[in-house]
């Protein structure tokens, strides 16, 4: 008979922790809907082995990283960079986008262009998750992650979720 698994985790759900963005969802006919804009919530799962002090990560520390991605994407309209079709290009001070018939001129410091092929919820998750995880590598260099997951509401009880398993 096998002796059970232990596993330990952490669970971030913070109201600060949550960004206002703008964006338009490209469907694979070619559609896309209007420009609007979306409340996210941001969820966030680690789980690793304890530390010598009982700890998964320090929440005092974790928090931080998640608030400062949650306010590098506040209020700017989120493109994706990757998108076969739309165009984001940046003339001057603006960013002038491109999707079909549409054509908007946008301030450039209100844009942010992310390296994801549409900007679903599920998309939005993953690269806001990647990225957290490149920040807590460089916080934490020899932290063993079994398995992150960060999950981006966009309304309630409505979330894309995207999961690291290393």
């Known amino acids: ?54 700890l998964v990560v320090n929440f005092k520390e974790i928090k931080p990283l998640v608030r400062e991605l949650c306010d590098e994407l506040d209020e700017h309209l989120l493109l994706p960079g990757q998108h076969p079709v739309l165009t984001a290009v940046r003339v001057g001070g603006d960013f002038e986008v491109r999707y079909r018939e549409r054509r908007y001129v946008i301030p450039a410091d209100e844009v942010i262009v992310l390296p994801i092929g549409n900007s679903s919820a599920e998309n939005l998750a993953a690269w806001f998750g990647r990225t957290l995880r490149e920040r807590m590598r460089a916080k934490w260099p020899t932290l063993e992650v ?16 995207w999961t690291l398993r290393e």
């Open 146 to 161: 079994r398995q992150l997951s960060v999950g981006i509401e966009e309304t309630p009880g409505q979330r894309g979720i």
């Open 1 to 54: 008979m096998s002796s059970p698994q232990e596993s330990w985790s952490i669970s971030i759900e913070k109201d600060y922790l949550k960004f206002s963005a703008a964006h338009f969802l490209i469907f694979p006919d070619g559609s896309a809907e209007r420009l609007h804009g979306h409340n996210y919530k941001v969820y966030v799962d680690l789980h690793t082995e304890l530390d010598a002090h009982g």
